[in-house]
């Protein structure tokens, strides 16, 4: 059974400060590492993908990865309460191909003014 | 670009009748799309995967004559819910893999189908 692990929160953290989001896989092989947000009642959007070990880094968010560890995070700089949502850590067995992505449950991040 | 477009957006329906939902991937070619559904508060769990032209695979729980998907061409998969109880109101969402005429590896969402069954 492949797990994704999240702490589901919330996480509060006061505007401009950096929230730090964290997942665990247990698929050793896997290959894809997404993050996505989800507000409440919508569908999930793509924040970032990463694919290999080290930071990946999007505007204010960056992604790292650390396959040994099998742990995966995501960092908000200059947090706002626009980016208040649930974070959902998704993780798929290889790069290419049609496998489906396995979710964790989500962390909700509350960004306070 | 790379849409999928899901209707409806809500649906409330009485309990056994039928609801179905579309997914259609609006500029791209989606030869596989996935169904997931969301209880409140919990994260999305894979019910069914549907290839283009064959029959769907189902995630282990999930019962294939109650959840019917039809993926009949490159850019409409539908999913019924038939004799609809209480327990199926639910979140229901598709996914595409962007693969075919695009140069991304991920995956794009439906907006979702929040459906009440009462």
């Known amino acids: 059974q492949k797990e994704v692990e999240q702490n589901s929160g919330p996480l509060s953290v006061p505007e401009g400060a950096i929230a730090s989001l964290n997942c665990t896989y247990s698929?050793?092989?896997?290959?894809?590492f997404f993050w996505y947000r989800q507000y409440s009642g919508k569908s999930p959007e793509l924040i970032m993908s990463?694919?290999?070990?080290g930071d990946k880094e999007d505007g204010r968010f960056t992604a790292q990865l650390n396959k040994a560890s099998q742990y995966v995070s995501l960092l908000i700089r200059d947090s706002q309460p626009s980016d208040s949502a649930t974070y959902l850590c998704?993780?798929?067995?290889?790069?290419?191909?049609?496998?489906?992505?396995?979710f964790g449950k989500g962390t909700r991040l509350s960004v306070i003014a | 670009g790379a849409v999928v477009s899901q209707h409806p957006s809500w649906v409330i329906c009485k309990s056994g009748t039928s609801v179905k939902i579309e997914c259609r991937s609006l500029d791209f070619q989606a030869t596989t799309m996935f169904w997931y559904r969301q209880f409140p508060k919990q994260s999305l769990m894979l019910m069914a995967t549907s290839n283009e032209g064959s029959k769907a695979t189902y995630e282990q729980g999930v019962e294939k004559d109650k959840f019917l998907i039809n993926h009949a061409s490159l850019t409409l998969s539908t999913l019924t819910v038939t004799s609809a109880h209480p327990e199926d109101s639910s979140f229901y969402i598709c996914?595409?893999?962007?693969?075919?005429?695009?140069?991304?590896?991920?995956?794009?969402f439906g907006s979702g189908t929040r459906l009440t069954v009462v």
């Open positions: 998704a993780v798929k067995e290889e790069v290419q191909g049609n496998t489906p992505l396995v």
């Open positions: 996914s595409a893999r962007l693969g075919l005429g695009t140069t991304s590896y991920g995956y794009t």
């Open positions: 990463i694919y290999s070990n």
């Open positions: 698929d050793r092989g896997s290959q894809s």
